[in-house]
C-alpha cells in the first residue's frame, strides 16, 4: 500500500468520524446509499402522516366541543318545553319561556354556523368529508362531518307559545349525540394510526441508522491502524532513502 492510498484512507476516516456516518457519498456504499434515501422518504411520511391525524384529533376536539355546548342548550330547552306543558302557566307566561328558548336556539344556530377549524367550517353542512393524510404515501381516511343546524336538527321554528312537540328535542338530542360518537369512534381510531405511525418511523429509523450510523469504535481502530502504517511506510521509505545515499556515497569515494 502507497502513503498516498493510506493518506486517503485515514481522510475517509475522519470524514466519517466528523459526520458519525459510514456512509457520506455514493462511493462509499452506493446500494446501502439508496436503501437509507428511500427509508428517509418512509420516515418522513410517516412523521409528517402523525402530525396531520394530530392535527385531526385537534379538529374533533373543536366539533366535539362545541356539539357539547349543542347539547346543553337542547337539555335545556326540553326543560324550558316541560315547563311549558303544564297548564297553570298563562300565555304570557310561555311568552317569557319561547323568549329563553329563542335566545338557545339562536345559539345553537351560532354555533353551527361559526365553529372553525383552520378558516374551515365544521357543522355547517358546508364540509360533508374531509380527508385526512394518515398514511405516509399521502392516503388516510374521510372524516364526515355533521350538519348541526336548527333546520337539520328539525326544531327549527320551535314555539311553545303554539302546538308543539318535545319529541322534536328529543329527535335533535339523539342526532347531536349519533354525530358525538361517531366523533369519538373517529377519535379512537386516530389514536390507533398515530400510535402505528410513531412505531413504524421508530423501527425505520433504527433500520436505516443500522446501515448509515458509524461504528465509532471499529473506525478509530482502523483510522489508528492506518496511521500506524502510515508512519511504518514514512520510516521505510526513509531508510531507503539513507541507505542509497550511503551506497552512493560509498561508490563516489571508491
Known amino acids: ?48 402522516g402523525e402530525r396531520n391525524t394530530q392535527t385531526g384529533q385537534d379538529l374533533l376536539k373543536t366539533a366535539d366541543g362545541a356539539l357539547g355546548n349543542i347539547t346543553d342548550s337542547l337539555q335545556r330547552i326540553r326543560e324550558l318545553s316541560i315547563q311549558a306543558s303544564n297548564a297553570i302557566y298563562t300565555e304570557e307566561d310561555r311568552a317569557a319561556i319561547q323568549y329563553e328558548i329563542d335566545d338557545l336556539m339562536s345559539d345553537i344556530q351560532d354555533t353551527a354556523k361559526n365553529t372553525e377549524f383552520n378558516t374551515l367550517k365544521l357543522l355547517d353542512g358546508s364540509m360533508a368529508d374531509l380527508h385526512l393524510a394518515m398514511n405516509p404515501d399521502g392516503t388516510g381516511m374521510e372524516i364526515q362531518m355533521e350538519n348541526a343546524t ?3 336538527l328539525g326544531i327549527d321554528g320551535y314555539d311553545v307559545t303554539k302546538n308543539f312537540d318535545i319529541s322534536r328535542i328529543d329527535s335533535a338530542l339523539e342526532k347531536v349525540d349519533s354525530a358525538r360518537a361517531s366523533i369519538g369512534a373517529t377519535s379512537n381510531r386516530l389514536d390507533h394510526g398515530i400510535s402505528y405511525n410513531q412505531i413504524a418511523s421508530e423501527n425505520l429509523t433504527a433500520s436505516s441508522s443500522r446501515i448509515e450510523d458509524l461504528d465509532v469504535g471499529a ?6 491502524k492506518g496511521q500506524i502504517l502510515q508512519q511504518y511506510q514514512m520510516f521505510a521509505q526513509q531508510a531507503r532513502i539513507a541507505e542509497e545515499r550511503k551506497k552512493a556515497g560509498m561508490l563516489n569515494f571508491m
Do not use: C, F, P, R
Not at 20 to 42: C, F, H, R, T
Not at 219 to 224: A, F, P, T, W, Y
Open 150 to 152: 336548527l333546520a337539520a
Open 1 to 48: 500500500m502507497s502513503i498516498s492510498g493510506v493518506s486517503n484512507q485515514t481522510a475517509a476516516s475522519y470524514e466519517k468520524l466528523s459526520t458519525m456516518k459510514q456512509i457520506n457519498k455514493a462511493a462509499d456504499n452506493a446500494a446501502g446509499l439508496a436503501i437509507v434515501n428511500k427509508m428517509e422518504s418512509q420516515v418522513n411520511g410517516y412523521d409528517v
Open 219 to 224: 473506525e478509530v481502530s482502523e483510522l489508528k
